[in-house]
């Protein structure tokens, strides 16, 4: 049941990467498009790997024979023959992929270069894919007692395997080449991502009374003149939005600050992006007890905020890539909205409303992007939806 699958995947596949590499360069004598043109270019890298995926696969289910012929003039075990397969059916298709490569960079090289280039792309990009499905199809078609009995057919096998062996090569040395450096750089980038979460990770998989009292630790460590904004640094701590003890701790800690209504209205006028929306989040948060003893400060600190933000938003088009936003611009907007709303129903909501009015207006000058199509729906969905240009709103 596997060999005609195993026959279809090859011989298709073959036919898509010679569709690339005969017909869509002209057998590699035709000059690369350039310009607006090279975009269809893009197309044939599509199809290549579609096609290179393929073959490959119809690589895996011939290594799943038993006596596979690429690897079967090597006395290795069993499962290693159909791993070579594999590898040598991923090296040819590789070496075609960077044969059609090769050939788009081939415009602006000289005569010998182009000519070693047309060779060598001649040999890896047209040759390899026909001679490595041939070898394929053999493999799953011809028995093996066949080999055994005709010297001349497992001579010119045995050629063929080893021409493959060497076109793989080439491609894995053409593709490191080419694309080392950059698998380098992104390990580089994954590795340090890796070690910089591990530290949150670990803390945020902490069981909750650990999380506390690591909390009440590092708080103890600040000096007692340390700005209250070191405090409210926390509140947009991931731990600590899913912790209420944490919660009650900081809020604490936050009100024993001497003259913190006041010192919360300068957070929000002086301060960064990040220590307004620490400042947004511990309103956001805050209980209905508190809110109502200090209903006219905090009101007054989030107006401050939210017109310092629009003010922010109006000069700096690039505002929601502030790094101070986390890359999470929507969740700060989202808590501003949500601090202002819970002061609903009191004497002070008809100045926020408008400050939100004025945020939305701010706002139309952000650059269009996805976080500023999701910081329209969050205001709209709040009674504030962003001016359209083409419309100018009455107010």
Not at 258 to 278: H, I, N, Y
């Amino acid at each position: 049941m596997l060999t005609p699958l195993a026959i279809l995947l090859v011989v298709l596949g073959t036919l898509v990467i010679l569709a690339c590499n005969a017909l869509g360069t002209g057998f590699f004598l035709r000059k690369p498009p350039r310009g607006e043109y090279a975009v269809g270019l893009i197309v044939h890298f599509a199809l290549l790997l579609k096609g290179s995926g393929l073959v490959v696969l119809g690589g895996v289910l011939t290594s799943l024979q038993s006596g596979s012929v690429i690897s079967g003039f090597v006395h290795t075990p069993g499962w290693a023959k159909g791993v070579i397969t594999v590898l040598v059916s991923i090296g040819v298709a590789l070496a075609a992929f960077m044969a059609f490569l090769a050939w788009c960079e081939s415009g602006s090289a000289g005569v010998k270069s182009r000519l070693t280039a047309f060779v060598l792309c001649w040999l890896v990009g047209i040759v390899g894919p026909i001679l490595l499905a041939t070898v394929l199809v053999v493999d799953v078609s011809v028995p093996q007692q066949t080999f055994r009995d005709d010297p001349t057919l497992s001579s010119a096998t045995r050629a063929a395997c080893w021409t493959l062996a060497g076109f793989a090569g080439l491609g894995y040395l053409a593709g490191s080449l080419a694309f080392g450096s950059r698998v380098k750089y992104m390990y580089g980038r994954a590795k340090n991502w890796a070690r910089s979460l591990a530290p949150f990770v670990t803390r945020l998989l902490m069981p909750r009374g650990v999380v506390l009292q690591e909390l009440r630790k590092e708080l103890d460590l600040h000096p007692a003149n340390a700005p209250l904004s070191d405090k409210l640094s926390y509140f947009t701590h991931p731990m600590v939005k899913r912790d209420s003890a944490c919660r009650a701790l900081l809020t604490q800690r936050v009100l024993a600050y001497p003259g913190v209504d006041g010192e919360l209205c300068t957070v929000m006028r002086a301060g960064s992006l990040r220590d307004r929306w620490s400042g947004f989040e511990f309103v956001r948060t805050a209980s209905p007890e508190l809110l109502k003893v200090h209903e006219a400060a905090w009101s007054e600190a989030v107006r401050i905020g939210i017109l310092q933000t629009a003010e922010d938003m109006d000069k700096t088009p690039m505002l929601l890539l502030d790094f101070d936003l986390k890359r999470n611009p929507p969740a700060f907007v989202k808590s501003l909205v949500g601090a202002a709303g819970r002061f609903r129903g009191t004497t002070h909501y008809e100045r926020l409303a408008d400050a939100l009015t004025q945020l939305a207006h701010g706002a139309e000058g952000l650059r269009a992007d996805k976080s500023k199509a999701k910081v329209s729906k969050i205001l709209k969905r709040a009674g504030y939806p962003i001016p359209n240009p083409q419309q100018p709103s009455l107010q």
